[in-house]
């Protein structure tokens, strides 16, 4: 119990000191505000959107920006600025929900592979390679082309294919941690190993975690607007930003503002996320700590 | 050496196998009936069963596995159902073209991701390199589709500088050469920085120094061979994706390329051809992975004469 408090105790610590160390890095900070400040959007889309994502005004279609539409419309006469606020969701939910998948399958083979080692280590090891040989795209392609556009299976897609760092990197952890007097002294103790992983294994790899995660985001992003973009992501009439600029490359001569709105969200949406995850990884990482 | 050589061409076939196994039976799980899609809505059942026992399609798919397997290590990666023509001979032609642009767009990346990663190194924490940081943050964070389509309208549209489409002249090249590379470049330019900076602090980098040696020597003759490693890693992991990245550079400008070919068969569902294109694709990146291995038994000492390096 007594050792259970102080690891209690030094996991807060260890989190406090971080968080003062993100706070002094004044770029991540920024950009954490940003991801907030998405969040939000996101969660407020019925409410601050200026129109009906969906609602076809085809009299004012492919309008410049103006005064009622502030990022102009498309070519069904579509306002832009709401599209792009519905696509924050998709985007951020995609960016997530992957990441969620991507991170319990990583975990969860990454410490089984360092915990257990020799020959269940040896066969994940070989999946984890298998995986990381993978051209990403062109296998989120084919699942998508088995599996069908839509949200869900963007979420299935693209959490299959991008465990592999996560579960990599936990290994290491593991393999550093599992020699550690309390793990030794949990196992002699009776502990199960299920409670050795998730009681002592899991919090102390957490951060390696919110670090994966957090910069697995941005791609997850990119790759559901690669894929949008190739019409195999989200389906119309949903907005997505990758699909909003498929469907202004048709006008590029007429109608130049329309590729450019849903460009500039993903690389700042793309950007936040890249700056908050290294900053995260500078004050999280005890290796980059000192 | 050889042992480690060795060990790392059996993991890679044994990861080509386990790609094929995965690629023919995710392939094979497609609703619906090719034969049916081939042949068409008007095709009569008896004429369709008589094609699906032609094209082996009604045996166990272990066993159309193993013949799909057998055939490809023959060179026989099957014929298209659409185009009529054989996958390797569509895919090769396709090949080439992507080829050129991918590795022009590579070496565009090398060289402008190491001269950068360089330079904010050398400059650390001054104007140059924070702004180098920003593009190459930008560049990182910037979709390749999106940015093909900003270099069509700048330069193609408004001042007609390039062609926007296809690849018949050599002034076709740049731009999709461009909107491919430049995120590569920005992901080098970043880890030949961290991997410089890292490097620098070492005692060797201060006792070149104290040796009198000029700055560029100590930056290219010590710093920079011994950042390697890193930078190799991430290079190596660029090049497979480039081909894979080129896909969506095809698509915006039209170019015949493998991706562009690959993205059609997908529309159409053609199988052999999306079969055959994600093998072939694959193969490449296995090759390259393997290439990037035995590259840094070169580059590092310790691997060669320690066996294999954690």
């Keep these: ?290 | 050496m050889p042992k480690y050589l060795l060990k790392r061409i059996a993991q890679a076939i044994g990861v080509v196998l386990v790609i094929s196994m995965i690629t023919f039976f995710i392939l094979n799980i497609v609703p619906g009936n090719p034969v049916q899609l081939m042949l068409g809505d008007f095709a009569t059942q008896e004429t369709i069963d008589r094609v699906t026992h032609e094209m082996g399609l009604d045996k166990p798919v272990v066993l159309q596995y193993l013949h799909w397997l057998g055939n490809m290590l023959k060179g026989d990666f099957g014929t298209s159902y659409f185009q009529r023509q054989p996958v390797l001979l569509l895919l090769g032609k396709a090949f080439t073209v992507t080829a050129k642009l991918a590795l022009s767009s590579y070496v565009l990346a090398l060289v402008i991701g190491v001269g950068f990663g360089i330079i904010a190194a050398v400059f650390h924490n001054r104007f140059l390199d924070k702004l180098l940081m920003v593009f190459s943050i930008a560049g990182i964070s910037a979709p390749n589709f999106w940015i093909a389509i900003i270099l069509q309208i700048i330069f193609g549209l408004k001042l007609h500088w390039f062609p926007i489409s296809g690849v018949r002249t050599f002034a076709a090249y740049i731009l999709p050469t461009i909107a491919l590379g430049t995120r590569y470049a920005a992901s080098i330019s970043r880890i030949t920085r961290t991997s410089m900076l890292e490097v620098v602090k070492q005692d060797y980098i201060r006792t070149a120094k104290a040796k009198g040696l000029s700055r560029l020597q100590v930056t290219m003759g010590h710093a920079f061979r011994n950042a390697l490693i890193p930078i190799v890693t991430v290079a190596g992991a660029d090049l497979s994706n480039i081909f894979t990245g080129s896909m969506l550079i095809e698509s915006v400008f039209s170019i015949p390329g493998i991706g562009k070919l690959f993205l059609d068969c997908i529309g159409n569902r053609d199988l052999p051809l999306v079969e055959g294109g994600v093998m072939y694709i694959a193969v490449i990146c296995v090759i390259v992975y393997l290439l990037v291995d035995m590259l840094y038994t070169v580059i590092d000492p310790r691997i060669r004469l320690g066996g294999e390096n954690e």
């Design chain 1, 1 to 290: 119990m007594n050792n259970k408090a102080r690891d209690l105790k030094n996991t807060k610590g260890f989190y406090r000191i971080s968080w003062g160390l993100l706070k002094k890095n004044k770029l991540a900070m920024i950009c954490l505000f940003v991801v907030l400040f998405l969040t939000l959007v996101a969660i407020l889309a019925p409410v601050i959107t200026p129109y009906d994502p969906n609602f076809q005004m085809i009299k004012e279609k492919l309008q410049g920006p103006n005064a009622k539409h502030l990022l102009g419309t498309d070519e069904y006469g579509r306002d832009i600025l709401s599209r792009i606020i519905y696509g924050c969701r998709i985007s951020l939910s995609v960016g997530i929900v992957s990441q969620l998948i991507a991170t319990i399958i990583g975990f969860g083979m990454g410490v089984c592979a360092g915990y257990f080692g020799k020959k269940v280590d040896a066969v994940i090891s070989f999946i984890i390679q298998v995986f990381a040989s993978f051209p990403f795209l062109l296998f989120a392609i084919a699942i998508m082309f088995v599996l069908g556009p839509g949200l869900n299976n963007l979420y299935i897609a693209l959490g299959l294919l991008s465990w592999t760092s996560t579960a990599r990197l936990i290994r290491g952890d593991v393999l550093k941690l599992k020699d550690s007097e309390y793990i030794q002294a949990c196992i002699v103790g009776g502990g199960s190993h299920l409670r050795v992983i998730l009681k002592h294994l899991l919090p102390n790899c957490f951060y390696t975690l919110i670090i994966t995660s957090t910069l697995g985001i941005p791609s997850a992003i990119l790759s559901e607007a690669s894929l949008s973009f190739l019409g195999l992501g989200v389906q119309p009439p949903m907005s997505s930003w990758g699909s909003m600029v498929s469907g202004a490359q048709a006008y590029i001569r007429s109608a130049t503002y329309y590729s450019i709105a849903p460009g500039v969200a993903i690389i700042i949406t793309v950007m936040a996320f890249n700056l908050l995850g290294d900053g995260l990884r500078d004050a999280l990482d005890p290796k980059m700590r000192s």
